[in-house]
């Protein structure tokens, strides 16, 4: 697979507390990945970059880091990298710097060396595209502490996205499902004042459909027992499509 000879190429030059992250794209048709980075921590490609078909790229991100990635698609910037994306465009520009994704965005999120790595696949501010994470090595097989499990959001929820939720291109087809908070903003499904806490906060219709979907991914604010995994000492690949 390409994927795997970018990574074993990236293995050469990496320090030795870098942690690599492996971006491919397995979409048809071009994607611009976006990455924010957690408050005080680097930007790592200044926050966006172009990925075609089949394409995959390796991103050395220094000892505990935190952000996210996500994926962004029917972009279209001119050369001094100004434009637009149909979804999870960060304010016109391909390089994010600092800048979110505009829900709904399916978010790959990480912190790292905290002592342990967190990740996970989050819906909670809506979907536009499968992602996946698969930890490169790791401890996970040897030491019960860390699962080191690949997680997924593989299925197509635009197409079973509920009305209400739906976003569409031109009034055509779907390209992205809100999150019941952005779509309603109310409380119960924000989490907000009385059912802000997990103990007030419950699944919902909609985050119900979210999860049944995609198992192993955040369906709502609080959905961390299934959703949040943990691994040391992996690099990790993340798959679009």
């Known amino acids: 697979m390409v994927f795997w000879y970018f990574y074993l190429l990236a293995l050469s030059f990496q320090g030795s507390d870098a942690t690599v992250f492996t971006l491919e794209?397995?979409?048809?048709?071009?994607?611009?990945?976006?990455?924010?980075?957690?408050?005080?921590?680097?930007?790592?490609?200044?926050?966006?970059l172009k990925l075609r078909a089949g394409q995959a790229v390796n991103i050395n991100a220094p000892k505990g880091w935190s952000g996210r990635f996500w994926g962004r698609k029917w972009c279209s910037f001119d050369k001094f990298g100004k434009g637009t994306c149909v979804t999870g465009d960060c304010g016109g520009v391909l390089k994010c710097v600092g800048a979110g994704g505009k829900p709904p965005a399916t978010l790959a999120e990480f912190t790292?060396?905290?002592?342990?790595?967190?990740?996970?696949?989050?819906?909670?501010?809506?979907?536009?595209?499968?992602?996946?994470?698969?930890?490169?090595?790791?401890?996970g097989s040897t030491n019960s502490k860390y699962s080191c499990k690949t997680i997924r959001c593989i299925s197509d929820l635009n197409r079973?996205?509920?009305?209400?939720?739906?976003?569409?291109?031109?009034?055509?087809?779907?390209?992205?499902?809100?999150?019941?908070?952005?779509?309603f903003n109310?409380?119960?499904?924000?989490?907000?004042?009385?059912?802000?806490?997990?103990q007030n906060c419950k699944p919902n219709h909609?985050?119900?459909?979210?999860?049944?979907?995609?198992?192993?991914?955040?369906?709502?604010?609080?959905?961390?027992?299934?959703?949040?995994?943990?691994?040391?000492?992996?690099?990790?690949?993340?798959?679009?499509?």
């Open 25 to 48: 794209n397995r979409c048809k048709n071009t994607i611009w990945p976006g990455i924010q980075s957690g408050a005080g921590h680097p930007q790592l490609m200044d926050g966006g």
């Open 112 to 139: 790292l060396d905290s002592p342990k790595d967190f990740y996970d696949v989050s819906l909670v501010d809506g979907y536009n595209m499968p992602i996946s994470i698969t930890p490169l090595g790791g401890f």
């Open 160 to 183: 079973r996205c509920p009305n209400g939720l739906q976003v569409r291109k031109n009034n055509g087809p779907i390209v992205g499902c809100k999150s019941a908070c952005m779509a």
């Open 186 to 198: 109310k409380p119960e499904y924000c989490c907000t004042g009385q059912y802000g806490g997990p």
């Open 206 to 241: 909609y985050s119900k459909i979210f999860k049944a979907a995609c198992p192993t991914s955040y369906s709502y604010a609080y959905d961390d027992p299934t959703s949040t995994f943990t691994c040391k000492g992996a690099d990790y690949l993340i798959t679009f499509c």
